[in-house]
């Protein structure tokens, strides 16, 4: 589509390439650096760096419509986020047959074989230290679980509650404390009638208009100003699909009055305010 971009297309792979082939850890390589802060690909931000490498306003476009997995933001967002997911698609968008609840499980099944232990609807509140050694979490029941080795998958926010004061410098916990969460995401999965509507072996992401980076600072009068569609794949051979999903962006304050409150106990005003949505 862009035959007069194509200098500017291949500097752009090469550029992607380039950062996900020097990022150790995600091509499963012990970190040679462990410091974090030292990569200049966290300091530079994808907006202007797209605009360095071509002017065409719709090309730029096209090499940011991603933007929604990783909620972009041409002030804030680094050339990192950006170039090791584009650089995962640019591989190809692969789609698991059977769903991607697959790893989970086979995930599980092999952490099971080699002698390990996985605790579902265990809430952990607190991290447990000798002196200021990290040791163990302690469970909301009150029990202990004793590791050598203690890795927090949650929100940092989240992560430094955990933390006994004392433990972690107030600075460092001030500043992740105060940092602000992206933009929320609303779903919609439909089941659908049988040969009725055919499988799409790619993904779909429709802007309403030509500014990717807009439509996260969304109004209600214009919602969605953009959605990402994909069929998932059920079987080998997939002809038609039997079920989509629908995703927008979506702000959390339009859920923050169920906040903590369960499914199913949320009122029939919940109910109505997702059928609007759909």
């Not at 986020?81 to 698609?89: D, F």
């Not at 086979?106 to 050694?133: K, M, P, S, W």
């Not at 009055?257 to 009122?267: N, T």
Request: net charge positive; charged share 20%; hydrophobic share 35%.
């Amino acid at each position: 589509y862009y035959p007069a971009e194509t200098e500017a297309i291949s500097k752009y792979v090469s550029l992607m390439k380039e950062i996900a082939g020097s990022q150790d850890m995600y091509n499963l390589r012990l970190p040679a650096n462990g410091d974090i802060r030292t990569n200049p690909y966290l300091k530079t931000g994808i907006y202007p760096t797209i605009r360095k490498i071509t002017s065409n306003k719709n090309l730029q476009n096209a090499l940011c419509a991603l933007n929604f997995v990783y909620a972009g933001d041409k002030k804030t967002s680094p050339l990192y986020s950006h170039a090791l997911i584009n650089n995962y698609y640019i591989q190809s968008a692969y789609k698991l047959i059977g769903g991607s609840g697959q790893i989970a499980v086979l995930l599980a099944q092999n952490i099971r074989d080699q002698g390990g232990e996985i605790h579902t609807n265990t809430e952990v509140n607190r991290f447990v230290f000798d002196g200021d050694r990290l040791t163990g979490v302690k469970l909301k029941d009150g029990n202990v679980i004793h590791g050598e080795r203690i890795i927090s998958n949650v929100h940092p926010a989240i992560t430094m509650e955990m933390i006994p004061a004392g433990k972690i410098r107030k600075s460092f916990r001030s500043r992740l404390m105060a940092i602000p969460n992206t933009i929320s995401v609303f779903g919609l999965h439909l089941k659908l009638k049988p040969k009725t509507f055919p499988f799409m072996n790619y993904n779909y992401h429709w802007y309403k208009n030509d500014d990717v980076w807009a439509v996260s600072s969304y109004k209600a009068r214009t919602w969605p100003g953009y959605y990402y569609l994909y069929t998932p794949a059920t079987t080998r051979n997939d002809y038609y699909a039997n079920c989509l999903s629908i995703y927008t962006y979506m702000k959390y304050e339009e859920v923050k009055q169920w906040e903590g409150l369960p499914a199913g106990r949320r009122g029939t005003v919940y109910k109505e305010w997702k059928r609007k949505k759909a």
